[in-house]
T-cell receptor, first 113, second 114 residues
Framework: DQQVKQNSPSLSVQEGRISILNCDYT??????FLWYKKYPAEGPTFLISISSIKDKNEDGRFTVFLNKSAKHLSLHIVPSQPGDSAVYFC????????????FGKGTKLTVNP | DAMVIQNPRYQVTQFGKPVTLSCSQT?????MYWYQQKSSQAPKLLFH???????NEADTPDNFQSRRPNTSFCFLDIRSPGLGDAAMYLC?????????????FGDGTRLSIL
């Protein structure tokens, strides 16, 4: 019973265009969301996060949007670069509870030159 | 410069033969986590230590144990590995649980079972 779902296993975009990675969750107790990026043969690295009290958080080329009513978040990368090619994991937690990170299965992004 | 170091990167063991995976950190973080990740699956938390307090996930098999002898080191022991235990094992740390403490991951140990 997946509480965090990334329904697109893969996404391919052209360099310079926007990449949009989507994530849905089912547990309404989740109140903090994170995106991790993973290159082959490396561990996941933290990219950006958002608290449920916000609907947008931006860091350079990366923006995360949260729609609480739809239980949906998305990561926008603009402009996309070939070095962004990686697997992106969405994760969620409930603060003040177990604070356990629950991950999605990941979306493999390929940015073509 | 590595902050969370996992050894070895690749481990091969025989069915039923105990194996230990190791994780060390230079961040002086209070919390250390072990995840199991199978191919095309989400990382799944096995257990975590908050300082010396051990927190086991309800669905972690009894076959999996952990030790944290000091702040810097944490070990994952698999007592009798089965074929289904072949996976990537990821160690992570954080300063404490909570939103302002994203977890820092090591590069993982890929475990194969013969």
């Amino acid at each position: 019973d997946q509480q965090v779902k990334q329904n697109s296993p893969s996404l391919s975009v052209q360099e310079g265009r926007i990449s949009i990675l989507n994530c849905d969750y089912t547990n309404s107790m989740f109140d903090y969301f994170l995106w991790y990026k993973k290159y082959p043969a490396e561990g996941p690295t933290f990219l950006i996060s958002i608290s449920s009290i916000k609907d947008k958080n931006e860091d350079g080329r990366f923006t995360v949007f949260l729609n609480k009513s739809a239980k949906h978040l998305s990561l926008h990368i603009v402009p996309s670069q070939p070095g962004d090619s990686a697997v992106y994991f969405c994760a969620a937690l409930t603060q003040g509870g177990s604070e356990k990170l629950v991950f999605g299965k990941g979306t493999k992004l390929t940015v073509n030159p | 410069d590595a902050m969370v170091i996992q050894n070895p990167r690749y481990q091969v063991t025989q069915f039923g033969k105990p194996v230990t995976l190791s994780c060390s950190q230079t961040l002086n973080h209070n919390v250390m986590y072990w995840y199991q990740q199978k191919s095309s699956q989400a990382p799944k938390l096995l257990f975590h230590y908050y300082d010396k307090d051990f927190n086991n996930e309800a669905d972690t098999p009894d076959n999996f144990q952990s030790r944290r002898p000091n702040t810097s080191f944490c070990f994952l022991d698999i007592r009798s590995p089965g074929l289904g235990d072949a996976a990537m094992y990821l160690c992570a740390t954080s300063g404490r649980t909570g939103e302002d403490q994203p977890q820092h991951f090591g590069d993982g140990t890929r475990l194969s079972i013969l």
